[in-house]
């Protein structure tokens, strides 16, 4: 994983403004409008009147305790940080429970509208106490940017069981005092019969790492990790917020889940925790509920890809809504450095959903563009479908090798590109193949040849074409691939797969999408093809649109994404483009002749490939005006039954 601008010196002292910045890079240093480091560690964001309001723990050098407060950054951008300044310092009275000095976490602040006060949460450990205290910190300010009046601390709910307590489990009798030894099958049924609520019955229950929530009703929550961090529990706020009205449920008991973030999208909750391995990273967690009151189920780790295993060497801490863009979610995570606090880095990383549950993957940069791309696909698996394999591009670099190789020189169609891996590569979420003009040596040049890839001396034009041959290749399903096609004269853009045996045509191709113009008029192509009784001559069942029926619809449909899509199963291969049919192969029309030993090619596996050629026998005449030329992928996903 690359640690972006690690190499920048004087991080934490002021040197010159800061470079206004248009992008989000995990893992940096984040430079606030002085040009410092973010110090708001463990902290999550308000977005108040058209600004978002970030609030987390100044940390030290040396220290992670509690020395100067809770500080405030504002933005308009996400990107670009001002210093508020100390929303709630800690006192130097010794008899405070904010002393200098004490441990003040993950401060949450929320806004209520009926009293016009901005309320703070935070997990408060009293100074010299190490963790024992386990209380929450409530305080109040009238503006975002405080200053905020210290209230009071607690254990929540004194006196009050949770919902989902059943009444067996309130008058067990079992204590934590009956068990010598902690974690045998004994004293884990115990405590999931709630032994430690119990214990903390009287004086409240502990809370430790913790956020905050409000509901579209306007009720507030505070979850926070409670029974020796054992347990989640979920606790309503008062109508002011300042205080706990005893309703609260316990979930996941014995699950040891720390750092809870929440969001809530399309009426579903969704809940991404940490297991307890204090500083150290490790995999995350997820829970879903369709009421906030549970039943909670939990879900695999959402974080997917290299470093997934670790959350990306983050915790959890928040997720932030960014407003105005619809499913759009961003996962705020710590990536702690307890031997000097103060550089801990920020990994926020947008939320992409697949089967209707979020995922985290790893990008260098991003801003927040990436979700007009990706929002509303989500890649819920079609009915008695399930996704298999997806290439979704959003790590910047080039493509995956384990998924893709490459197509390099001159290679089919006397097209007029040199093919070569530098034109593929992929940069704030899509794969971008581009057309170039420009001058290659062909190294397989021989001046009298009457091969058309050895005789031509120079080739005018680059591209890139990759492929899964060899890596990754499938047996019927349901293909999908968005993109965005270049339609200049001259660009022969397409997705196609091609059979794992057998020589072409016997081997079967299949052409979900080609775009070309024939006799000088733009058309997109929908074809199959198959073997004969003839060397190198298919048979073929081809579909030919006319541009002009797209963009006679819509005249921008060339600048926009459109989804190409074929679902191939025993019986037939069809071929549609944002869900309209264009072209419907039954498998019992398509055997190979003698050549192909009258075989059916669509019956084995077929590998995928995606390419951009110029010219030859079907590009036509290249505008040369138009280059450089972009394809663009957004994704590539393979579902079967």
């Keep these: 994983m690359k640690h972006l601008l690690t190499g920048i010196l004087c991080l934490f002292t002021p040197t010159a403004p800061a470079q206004k910045l248009d992008a989000i890079y995990p893992g940096a240093i984040l430079p606030d409008d002085r040009g410092i480091h973010v110090n708001a560690h463990g902290g999550g964001i308000l977005y108040h009147e058209g600004k978002y309001y970030l609030f987390g723990e100044h940390k030290g050098e040396k220290s992670s305790a509690a020395f100067v407060g809770v500080t405030c950054y504002s933005s308009g951008d996400l990107y670009n940080w001002r210093y508020e300044g100390v929303a709630l310092p800690v006192s130097d009275d010794p008899k405070s429970d904010i002393v200098s000095g004490c441990v003040l976490e993950r401060p949450k602040v929320i806004y209520n509208a009926k009293t016009q006060k901005f309320v703070m949460y935070f997990h408060l450990e009293l100074k010299g ?15 975002a940017t405080g200053p905020f009046t210290y209230l009071k601390s607690c254990r929540p709910n004194a006196g009050q069981y949770p ?7 309130r008058t067990a009798t079992t204590k934590v005092s009956d068990f010598k030894e902690w974690w045998t099958p004994e004293w884990k049924q115990a405590a999931i019969d709630g032994m430690f609520t119990r214990r903390d019955f009287a004086g409240g229950q502990m809370s430790r790492d913790m956020t905050l929530y ?40 014995t699950g040891h889940n720390e750092a809870p ?34 039943p909670w189920t939990e879900h695999p780790n959402p974080a997917v890809g290299t470093g997934a295993d670790l959350t990306f060497e983050s915790q959890s801490t928040y997720i932030q809504p960014v407003i105005g863009k619809k499913d759009a979610f961003i996962f705020m995570a710590d990536r702690w450095t307890p031997q000097h606090p103060i550089d801990a880095r920020y990994i926020w990383l947008p939320i992409l959903f697949e089967n209707g549950l979020p995922v985290l993957k790893w990008l260098d940069k991003w801003d927040l563009s990436f979700f007009d791309r990706h929002c509303g696909l989500d890649p819920q698996s079609p009915a008695d479908y399930r996704l298999v394999w997806a290439d979704e591009f959003d790590t ?19 097209e007029f590109q040199w093919y070569q891996p530098d034109n593929a590569n992929i940069h704030g ?13 062909n190294l397989n040049y021989e001046k009298k040849s009457k091969d058309w890839k050895k005789n031509r001396k120079f080739a005018e034009y680059s591209a890139a074409s990759i492929k899964t041959v060899g890596k990754k290749d499938f047996l019927y399903g349901r293909f999908e691939v968005r993109a965005k096609i270049p339609t200049a004269s001259g660009s022969w853009p397409a997705i196609w797969t091609l059979g794992r045996e057998m020589p072409w045509p016997s081997n079967g191709e299949i052409d979900m999408m080609e775009y070309y113009r024939i006799k000088d008029i733009p058309h997109i192509l929908a074809n199959v093809a198959w073997g004969t009784d003839t060397p190198s001559r298919a048979k073929w069942n081809t579909q030919t649109v006319p541009f002009s029926k797209f963009t006679d619809k819509d005249p921008d449909w060339a600048a926009k994404f459109h989804i190409w899509r074929m679902d191939w199963n025993e019986e037939a291969i069809r071929l549609y483009l944002d869900d309209e049919l264009l072209n419907e192969t039954l498998l019992r029309d398509t055997q190979n002749g003698s050549l192909g030993n009258h075989t059916n090619p669509f019956r084995q ?11 030859g026998q079907n590009g036509g005449t290249p505008d040369d005006a138009a280059f450089p030329l972009r394809y663009e992928i957004d994704y590539v996903r393979v579902y079967q039954k």
Excluded at 129 to 143: H, I, P, S, W
Excluded at 214 to 227: F, L, N, Q, R
Excluded at 237 to 244: A, E, I, K, W
Excluded at 429 to 439: A, D, Q, S, T, W
């Design 129 to 143: 106490k190490g963790y024992e205290a386990a209380r929450v910190g409530v305080a109040v300010g009238d503006r």
């Design 163 to 169: 919902l989902n307590l059943t009444e067996a489990q």
């Design 214 to 253: 409000v509901d579209d009703d306007g009720k507030a929550y505070h979850i926070y990790s409670s029974e020796e961090n054992l347990t989640l529990q979920l606790a309503e706020l008062s109508d002011d917020y300042l205080s706990h009205t005893g309703k609260y449920i316990r979930i996941a008991p």
């Design 261 to 294: 973030a929440i969001f809530k999208k399309d009426g579903k909750y969704f809940m991404i925790t940490s297991g307890c391995t204090g500083w150290a990273p490790n995999a995350a967690r997820l829970f879903t509920a369709d009421n906030i009151w549970g």
């Design 396 to 414: 910047d670099g080039k493509p995956n090798p384990d998924f893709w190789s490459y197509e390099q020189g001159f290679v089919r169609n006397e």
């Design 429 to 441: 979420g899509v794969l971008v193949i581009e057309g170039k003009k420009e001058k290659i040596k």
């Design 605 to 615: 596996p077929h590998y995928i490939l995606l390419n951009l050629a110029i010219g």
